[in-house]
């Protein structure tokens, strides 16, 4: 079993940053593959990023290319998740989820977060 929580988000002005943690309890987050998704009011929840267990190998929805960076520290059990130029439909509950097989869908993965809320306004 894995439980994750993220934290780090809340409210921001377009154009700015934050910085999403995802810690890990139970067992090593370096057995995982661990992807950052997020959910807007009404619509469906969608894959922003995903890291590989060695941290080697990232992929990133076209939406947040260039701007979101995910990272991982498996020492400390932590996954982030760095967004930068941040726009208002960024806005969204964000989640981390564990996985065994490296994935861009929801669908599938192992162990996911309560989620934590990213406001970001005009």
């Known amino acids: 079993q894995v439980q994750l929580v993220e934290s780090g988000g809340g409210l921001v002005q377009a154009g700015g940053s934050l910085r999403l943690y995802c810690a890990a309890s139970g067992r090593t987050l370096s057995s995982y593959v661990m992807g950052w998704f997020r959910q807007a009011p009404g619509l469906e929840r969608e894959f922003v990023a995903v890291?590989?267990?060695?941290?080697?190998?990232?992929g990133y929805a076209d939406s947040v290319k260039g701007r979101f960076a995910i990272s991982r520290d498996n020492a400390k059990n932590t996954v982030y998740l760095q967004m930068n130029n941040l726009k208002p439909e960024d806005t969204a509950v964000y989640y981390c989820?564990?996985?065994?097989?490296?994935?861009?869908?929801?669908?599938?993965?192992?162990?996911w977060g309560q989620g934590t809320q990213v406001t970001v306004s005009s």
């Open positions: 989820a564990a996985g065994s097989v490296w994935r861009t869908v929801p669908s599938g993965w192992d162990y």
């Open positions: 890291i590989s267990r060695s941290g080697g190998r990232t």
